[in-house]
């Protein structure tokens, strides 16, 4: 992991490091300079009743103080984005012994899904919060029972099925997944 001139954590693979012609994975906060951008951002039609219309993600954010709107960029292209939210009883609908923050709305744009770029995105994003969040402990979300790949691609980065499901979802039961935190 490394860090560039804007200090975004940003993450090479073996491949990256040595060729320029394929640009760095990073994650940075959302501000109204990349709105325009993420607005063309989409999910498989399977997807979306999972994470929802990114108009309506960046909606959400502004209702919401302390949530933090994040883009996941390879190079200067937005590909896809996540939020942070500032405890995981808003993901979780409960509150954790650790201190803990909840991760919503992580998706992939639908034409660079497939390519390793969700796991290289999730490694970022850990690293920029452990130096944003530093006493943070616990990172929650919740993912439908029925989407498959994404609840793989949590287990394979360092999540942990709880055991619980999640019921206060529009799209059905969700899992329960918890990760530490550094």
Known sequence: MMR??????????????????????????VDAKLHPSLLGLR????????????????????????NEPMAILKGDTPIG???????????AGRDFELPSLGLRGFFIDATWQGRGLGK??????LVDLARRHPDARQLALTVNCNNHAALQLYLRTGFHDS???????RSGPRHLLLRPLP
């Open 4 to 29: 560039d001139h804007n200090n975004r954590a940003t993450l090479r693979s073996p491949v990256e490091t040595n060729m320029h012609e394929h640009p760095t994975l990073c994650v940075i906060q």
């Open 43 to 66: 999910v498989l039609p399977v997807q979306r009743d999972w994470v929802g219309a990114i108009a309506d993600l960046l909606a959400d954010v502004a209702l919401c103080p302390g």
């Open 81 to 91: 984005y996540y939020c942070i939210e500032p405890t995981a009883r808003s993901v």
């Open 120 to 125: 290289q995105a999730l490694q970022a994003m």
């Open 163 to 169: 055991g619980e499901l999640y019921h206060g979802g």
